[in-house]
């Protein structure tokens, strides 16, 4: 099979470029039709490396791209796509407006790569720290549709979506980690300033006599925490290193997504994120034109959880082998009973990319109202947390201190 690149017109006269596979130029030129242009020119290209070194070599500018200014390059190209100009014109006009400068050398590389014959999918796949796979595809099937501007208006709901729930989560996980930072910052300035002033008081008034458990457990740590501080902060790095190389491997990060799914508090609201994303990813791509296997793949790639990902490749060995979708899916244990009913109505009735975008906009709904449960619930137990700490640290330097008190009093009445 060859590759052609082609210009042709549509049935308004408007022109479009591209390269399609194909056995030979007829079947090159039914291809051509079939997608509703009328081919003027048709050549047979080298192969795909070929012609990658023949084409000028862009000059690339490194770094990554926010995904809320990449969200706001979509949605404005599809709006000058949709207005009626040619891809080109929109990306230079993009390009002269936009401020971020790693984004703005993206847009003139992708569209150098145009003007020089690429598609706008394969222009957008030099670039796969900006556009991932996700993006790339869902554009390939636009232009083989002929309906890019509505592709890239998904494709921008579709990250605005994400962005959502993404915010929420994180928003969900801030809270407590800033509730623990600030009890770790309270206890160590107890343990380092206070306690040993206490202590000294303890020895110039209670010489020789014992102390509390409690105080001598607070005194220790303080001891621990002043003379050994950096075999604490290596304690903690050894830990931070440990888990960060635990999660890199295939058998940890198994293991980590498996226990993250079933945490008593956040497991929850782990389960539902992830749903939501593969009904919504999947949906999208379906519905863009992309074929379920490769959009199975991609969803895969793009499940942010081992187990999920697992699940979503047995999906996809089923599918290929002529199965529905439903079954592995109840086997996988991951996706809910409600889940796999509207997949099956979705597979019978036709409507599957319509049925994934439901279940997603459901699941968005119960990660709204599972974060703020947790936030009611969480609230309370780090206040709890904290005046555990504090009062703690209190107990234990005021228990000795009655003792004190207790006995000047005595010998005073004496």
Same mark, same amino acid.
């Given at each position: 099979?060859?590759?052609?690149?082609?210009?042709?017109?549509?049935?308004?006269?408007?022109?479009? *470029?591209?390269?399609?596979?194909?056995?030979?130029?007829? #079947?090159?030129?039914?291809?051509?039709?079939?997608?509703?242009?009328?081919?003027? +020119?048709?050549?047979?290209? $080298?192969?795909?490396?070929?012609?990658?070194? #023949?084409?000028?070599?862009?000059?690339?500018?490194?770094?990554?791209?926010?995904?809320?200014?990449?969200?706001?390059?979509?949605?404005?190209?599809?709006?000058?796509?949709?207005?009626?100009?040619?891809?080109?014109?929109?990306?230079?006009?993009?390009?002269?407006?936009? &401020?971020?400068?790693?984004?703005?050398?993206?847009?003139?590389?992708?569209?150098?790569?145009? %003007?020089?014959?690429?598609?706008?999918?394969?222009?957008?796949?030099?670039?796969?720290?900006?556009?991932?796979?996700?993006?790339? *595809?869902?554009?390939?099937?636009? %232009?083989?549709?002929?309906? @890019? %501007?509505?592709?890239?208006? +998904?494709?921008?709901?579709?990250? %605005?979506?994400?962005?959502?729930?993404?915010?929420?989560? !994180?928003?969900?996980?801030?809270?407590?980690? !800033?509730?623990?930072?600030?009890?770790?910052?309270?206890?160590?300035?107890?343990?380092?300033?206070?306690?040993? $002033?206490?202590?000294?008081?303890?020895?110039?008034?209670?010489?020789?006599?014992?102390?509390?458990?409690?105080?001598?457990?607070?005194?220790?740590?303080?001891?621990?925490?002043?003379?050994?501080?950096? /075999?604490?902060?290596?304690?903690?790095?050894?830990?931070?290193?440990?888990?960060?190389?635990?999660?890199?491997?295939?058998?940890?990060?198994?293991?980590?997504? &498996?226990?993250?799914? +079933? @945490?008593?508090?956040?497991? #929850?609201?782990?389960?539902?994120?992830?749903?939501?994303?593969? =009904?919504?990813?999947?949906?999208?791509?379906?519905?863009?034109?992309?074929?379920?296997?490769?959009?199975?793949?991609?969803? &895969?790639?793009?499940?942010?959880?081992?187990?999920?990902?697992?699940?979503? =490749?047995?999906?996809?060995?089923?599918? $290929?082998?002529?199965? =529905?979708?439903?079954?592995?899916?109840?086997?996988?244990?991951?996706?809910?009973?409600?889940?796999?009913?509207?997949?099956?109505?979705?597979?019978?009735?036709?409507?599957?990319?319509?049925?994934?975008?439901?279940?997603?906009?459901?699941?968005?709904?119960?990660?709204?109202?599972?974060?703020?449960?947790?936030?009611?619930?969480?609230?309370?137990?780090?206040?709890?947390?904290?005046?555990?700490?504090?009062?703690?640290?209190?107990?234990?330097? /005021?228990?000795?201190?009655? $003792?004190?008190?207790?006995?000047?009093?005595?010998?005073?009445?004496?």
């Amino acid at each position: 099979m060859a590759k052609f690149s082609y210009t042709a017109v549509d049935a308004r006269g408007k022109q479009a *470029n591209g390269v399609i596979d194909a056995n030979d130029q007829n #079947d090159a030129i039914a291809q051509i039709r079939q997608l509703g242009f009328y081919p003027q +020119r048709l050549d047979e290209t $080298k192969d795909a490396e070929a012609a990658v070194e #023949d084409k000028p070599k862009l000059k690339k500018k490194s770094g990554k791209v926010k995904m809320k200014i990449l969200t706001i390059f979509t949605r404005q190209l599809a709006t000058l796509i949709d207005a009626g100009l040619p891809l080109l014109r929109s990306l230079n006009t993009l390009a002269k407006q936009e &401020r971020n400068p790693v984004m703005r050398a993206t847009m003139a590389n992708l569209a150098t790569s145009v %003007e020089s014959g690429s598609t706008f999918s394969e222009a957008l796949a030099q670039h796969p720290g900006i556009f991932n796979k996700l993006y790339v *595809n869902m554009v390939k099937a636009g %232009e083989l549709g002929g309906v @890019l %501007e509505i592709v890239l208006t +998904r494709l921008a709901e579709f990250q %605005e979506k994400s962005q959502k729930i993404k915010g929420k989560v !994180v928003s969900a996980m801030v809270y407590p980690l !800033v509730v623990l930072v600030i009890a770790l910052a309270i206890l160590s300035f107890l343990l380092v300033f206070i306690v040993p $002033k206490f202590q000294q008081i303890f020895q110039d008034a209670l010489p020789g006599q014992p102390l509390p458990g409690i105080t001598m457990f607070v005194i220790t740590l303080s001891h621990i925490l002043i003379s050994q501080w950096y /075999f604490v902060l290596g304690g903690i790095a050894a830990l931070v290193v440990g888990y960060k190389v635990f999660a890199s491997t295939p058998a940890g990060a198994v293991i980590l997504d &498996r226990l993250a799914l +079933r @945490l008593p508090i956040f497991g #929850d609201l782990m389960s539902k994120t992830a749903i939501s994303r593969f =009904s919504r990813t999947l949906g999208t791509l379906i519905s863009s034109g992309v074929p379920i296997l490769q959009a199975l793949n991609i969803t &895969r790639d793009t499940a942010g959880n081992y187990v999920v990902a697992h699940a979503i =490749s047995k999906i996809h060995d089923s599918v $290929k082998e002529g199965e =529905s979708v439903v079954g592995p899916m109840e086997a996988s244990g991951v996706f809910p009973p409600m889940v796999t009913s509207m997949v099956q109505v979705g597979e019978e009735t036709g409507q599957l990319p319509d049925m994934l975008v439901k279940v997603a906009d459901v699941y968005e709904g119960e990660v709204d109202n599972v974060v703020t449960s947790l936030t009611s619930i969480l609230e309370p137990i780090m206040i709890v947390m904290l005046a555990v700490i504090v009062g703690t640290i209190v107990i234990a330097l /005021f228990m000795p201190m009655v $003792k004190l008190i207790t006995g000047m009093s005595a010998q005073t009445g004496s």
